[in-house]
């Protein structure tokens, strides 16, 4: 069984938008951090999240500025958590229901981590390699 924790061990702190971002910014900071969405906070709370498709979406397609676009005006405000011991797939199984790639991680109500759909992947990935590895030398030796 892997848990959260075992994905975000030795992680530097979450990368968060500030909720009075503008979404040239935010746009400019996904970017930067090569990132599909963050979570959004005002002060240390998280109170959303905003995606690339966000800013696709409700400002590039609507026609708005997005200099005078704010995040908290455009981010999704339904956030799904994780905290560091749940289990990856009970993650994963709410993301796949709720349609969502990220998932913010909270510890005593403060953002630690953003976990995605990739993250749970190769965690199960890596967790198969190495029972085929086991297996393979159990043949072996047999």
């Known amino acids: 069984m892997i848990l959260v924790r075992h994905i975000i061990e030795g992680r530097p702190p979450a990368f968060v938008l500030a909720a009075d971002a503008s979404a040239a910014e935010a746009a400019l900071f996904l970017e930067k951090h090569r990132i599909g969405g963050a979570p ?3 002060g240390r709370e998280l ?25 908290s005006q455009i981010m999704s405000t339904d956030v799904i958590t994780a905290t560091p011991d749940d289990k ?25 981590a953003c ?4 993250d749970f992947l190769q965690a199960e990935l890596r967790k198969s390699q190495s029972e085929v590895r086991s297996l393979e030398g159990f043949i072996r030796g047999a």
């Not at 990856?88 to 630690?112: K, N, Q, T, W, Y």
């Not at 976990?115 to 990739?118: D, P």
């Open 47 to 71: 109170v959303g999240f905003c995606s690339e498709r966000d800013i696709v979406f409700h400002v590039v397609a609507a026609g708005r500025d997005p200099v005078e676009v704010r995040v």
């Open 88 to 112: 990856i797939s009970e993650c994963e199984d709410r993301m796949r229901e709720r349609h969502v790639r990220h998932m913010p991680v909270l510890a005593g109500g403060e953002v630690i």
């Open 40 to 42: 959004v906070v005002a």
């Open 115 to 118: 976990v995605s759909l990739r």
